[in-house]
């Protein structure tokens, strides 16, 4: 994507507002790589489950939100001169599917949301991180997004959608029965070596995990992050034979 492709559109929610903008004009240099990943990489390149050829499974979509750091506002970020960050939220406990696990803020699309072929999954991201952790979506530019993938444990069928966030707002769980807390994750805690891993689950399970702001992240989160550091050249050599097991309830 770049200047000559931008999507010049207006809004951020709802059919009757229009389409979703996506552009990158006026992205930091850090966040350019992300904006190239995009707009090459392929879904057999970010997982090996793709969509059903059927057609089948639930369309659903996450927000991946970068921020520039400095304390964006969620209930354990980690302050001041973090540089570049990311947005993640805990999953309740009590909920059926992945509870407890960190994840990006996201969910299934609804009717109003539109066409999942078009902005739908835009706004479905948008829509759902504003419900979840008190985001004001206004703030949040949409540069991209990547191609979908599929998770088999639930069903869905996952865009993640690319957001730079041009102006904080504060953030914290809105609904605890849905979200335990908020918080954002320096990049540079993401790429340390120090803090990945590899997530063992007694099903057979193998995938990346980081052991980041008192969190362990794996799953598909683990996996889409894993990938934006690798493509984007953010990735440092790490040791992948340290492993991580899960429980049967993970």
Request: with cysteine; net charge negative.
């Amino acid at each position: 994507m770049r200047e000559a492709q931008e999507k010049h559109r207006t809004s951020v929610a709802g059919p009757a507002a229009g389409p979703v903008a996506v552009t990158d004009r006026g992205l930091p240099d850090w966040l350019r790589p992300v904006a190239d990943v995009a707009s090459t990489v392929r879904a057999r390149q970010l997982s090996r489950f793709l969509p059903p050829s059927d057609g089948g499974g639930r369309q659903s979509a996450v927000l991946v939100l970068f921020g520039e750091g400095g304390g964006s506002g969620g209930n354990g970020g980690n302050g001041a001169g973090t540089g570049p960050e990311l947005l993640l939220m805990e999953r309740s406990s009590s909920l059926r599917s992945h509870a407890g696990q960190p994840s990006f803020p996201g969910g299934t699309l609804d009717p109003e949301d539109g066409d999942p072929e078009g902005d739908g999954p835009l706004r479905a991201a948008l829509r759902e991180a504003e419900e979840e952790t008190g985001l004001d979506p206004s703030g949040v530019q949409v540069f991209g997004r990547l191609p979908r993938v599929y998770i088999p444990v639930s069903g869905f069928v996952v865009t993640p959608v690319l957001g730079w966030w041009r102006e904080p707002s504060p953030v914290a769980p809105v609904d605890p029965a849905e979200t335990a807390r908020v918080f954002t994750v320096p990049v540079a805690d993401l790429a340390d070596p120090a803090n990945r891993a590899t997530a063992r689950h007694p099903s057979g399970y193998r995938g990346p995990c980081f052991l980041v702001s008192d969190a362990l992240v794996w799953g598909f989160t683990a996996g889409i992050i894993d990938r934006i550091l690798h493509f984007a050249g953010w990735e440092r050599p790490w040791d992948t034979d340290r492993s991580v097991p899960l429980d049967w309830r993970a």
